[in-house]
């Protein structure tokens, strides 16, 4: 499997932007947005001139994409972690076999602070997350106009 990180300070091209948010549009099942949220997040990840950025963690298998993580930096520290997960996805034929697991940990790799997350509780991610030391320390309410 082959890693790629990329962050603001990679010249990324939209064809790869496109391609990242067409795999997790796809991949997401459920649990996704819809593109246009999905381009607008890496958006933010990757810009390091108007927001706090991001990085996205990208596994690919002879070229095609497996799996992709994309982290928002919050701006924030101590009272709301550094980094919120914003989306995880494995590809279909890859799930089961470790993969998530490895992304994960090379997301913690690249972070600098700590990660929150959200997940419905009735996704089965809630699981390898849980495994990994993540913990529910709320309950999140929203308010919507």
């Known amino acids: 499997m082959e890693y790629t990180f990329l962050s603001p300070k990679d010249t990324v091209s939209e064809e790869t932007k496109k391609e990242i948010a067409d795999f997790l549009y796809e991949h997401l099942d459920q649990f996704g947005d819809e593109h246009q949220y999905i ?3 890496i958006r933010f990840a990757l810009d390091d001139k108007e927001k706090f950025g991001g990085f996205i963690v990208v596994s690919r ?3 095609q994409i497996t799996g992709a993580v994309i982290i928002n930096k919050t701006g924030m ?3 709301i972690p550094e980094n ?3 989306y995880i996805a494995v590809h279909k034929d890859y799930r089961g076999k470790g993969l998530g697991k490895d992304l994960m940990l090379k997301t913690f790799d690249q972070a600098e602070g700590d990660i929150k997350l959200h997940v419905e509780p009735e996704n089965p991610a809630r699981f ?6 993540f913990t529910s320390k709320y309950l999140e309410m929203r308010w919507k106009r």
Do not use: P, Q, R, S
């Open 77 to 79: 520290g101590g009272y």
């Open 61 to 63: 298998h002879e070229g």
């Open 128 to 133: 390898l997350y849980e495994k990994l030391g």
């Open 84 to 86: 919120i997960l914003v």
């Open 39 to 41: 381009m607008k997040c």
